[in-house]
């Protein structure tokens, strides 16, 4: 099997909810700038009392093609084996059908494989190396301006100009034409697939852990990715205007982000697991780190979605977000991807297991 066209994705994900009681179909409220209309999958047993909800979602970025097999196949995995009452195997790491079990019972389980089906569905017809959406609203008919990064559409220190100092390398234009097609869109959730995104969160309001699936570079991403981590100024946060123009640097005095130190703690053990479980399958090593260390960001659905108990001032509401960066390449061959999916099930499968102990 290649990788599968949007279609098939499409028909994974409702075929899934079609074929087992303990998934559902989730219709996302906006469709594409193409008309498509989006899915995702709500997977969990029914108990009486209300449980947390994991959040995994992939294919924001075009190019990188493994992300919506990676969560297909994921959602697949677990419901077969549940189903059946098996454990699962993936290579040198197994999971017992208790544990199966354990994840299906303790938590809804909210997948969606595929952001941005435009976007795919452009790289793998005619432009394999396309990264944004297909939105020409700001295109002014340059065919190379089409699109916006989706990863740098959510509201989170949106206003880089102001916000990084003038030497930070941050990841982020506001070119609709830039070469890196990192263009973050004229405001943030401008974009119906963001906006998708974001009602996912707010309608399972239970959403404790949030996964994006990106590739590349071996890495398990948590928060921030506008600067280092300190859990010792409180001050020193996105939300004041006393650092403008003094982020993004690296070992600077200037700033670092604030984070309380149980949340750096908790992410980077969840990483952590996360990257052990998967080098069990076949050895692979992946980096757990903070964002920031693979480069500076801003308008990213990690830290827009972790950020969100700090500006709402519910912290009960807190969602600790994650990136997953798989492989060495957008597009390996298949017979490699197969075993990257493979990789990146097993640490996702431990993830949820570690949120939920
Ligand atoms: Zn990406």
Known sequence: MPYLNITEVESGVTSLAAAFPTAGLVELPEPTFE??????LRIGTHRREPKPAVVLIGGAHAREWGSCEILVNFAADLLHAHADGTGLVYGGTSFTSTQVSSVLDEADLIVFPLVNPDG???????????RRNRNPARSGGDPDAVGVDLNRNYDHLFDFRTAFHPSAPVRVSDNPADSD???QGPEPFSEVETR?????????SRTRWFVDVHSYTQKMLYVWGDDQNQSVDPAKNFRNPLFDGKRGLKDDQLYAEFIEEDDADDSAVLAE????????????????????????TCG???DYLYARHIVSGQEEEKILTFTVEWGTEFQPPWPEMKKVVLDVDAGLVQFC?????
């Open 35 to 40: 008309g498509r209309t989006c899915h995702a």
């Open 120 to 130: 795919r569905h452009y790289s793998q017809t005619v432009d394999p190396m396309w």
């Open 181 to 183: 097609q990192v263009y």
């Open 196 to 204: 998708n995104v974001r009602w996912l969160l707010d309608h399972f």
């Open 273 to 296: 697991r996360f990257c052990e479980a998967l080098k069990g399958v076949r050895g692979k090593e992946y980096t757990p780190e903070p964002a920031f260390d693979l480069y500076p």
């Open 300 to 302: 990213t659905s990690d």
């Open 353 to 357: 297991l570690t949120a939920l102990a």
